[in-house]
């Protein structure tokens, strides 16, 4: 099985920064992408960022400009640092990844961390 587990969140002032990180660990033969959602009480979870490899970096239109993802292929990583964050940025925050693993067969799997709690107030 594979886990993700995230750390980084927290309560910040607005304008302020935070930098999400996110591992991924177990039987793992490869990740093909990696990426960042958050889910606000009473909507939808919506796509952060993403990185997939090899590809384009995908954004959101509401942070470009004030989010950076990033992968470290070698510690099988994903981080966001979130610049400049806006009180509309508070929601928990989910790591995500398209993993390659035996579950039971040899596939493409999704898996999800538990989320971290991203507040923004003053």
């Known amino acids: 099985q594979v886990q993700l587990e995230e750390s980084g969140g927290g309560l910040v002032q607005p304008g302020g920064s935070l930098r999400l990180s996110c591992v991924a660990s177990?039987?793992?033969?490869?990740?093909?992408?990696m990426g960042w959602y958050r889910r606000v009480p009473g909507k939808q979870r919506e796509l952060v960022a993403a990185?997939?490899?090899?590809?384009?970096?995908n954004y959101a239109d509401s942070v470009k400009g004030r989010f950076t993802i990033s992968r470290e292929d070698a510690k099988n990583a994903v981080y966001l640092q979130m610049n400049r964050l806006v009180p509309e940025d508070t929601a928990v925050y989910y790591c995500h990844a398209l993993v390659r693993t035996e579950a039971p067969i040899m596939y493409d799997y999704d898996f999800w961390g538990r989320g971290t709690q991203v507040t923004v107030s003053s």
């Open positions: 990185v997939p490899s090899g590809g384009i970096t």
């Open positions: 177990g039987k793992i033969y490869g990740i093909k992408s």
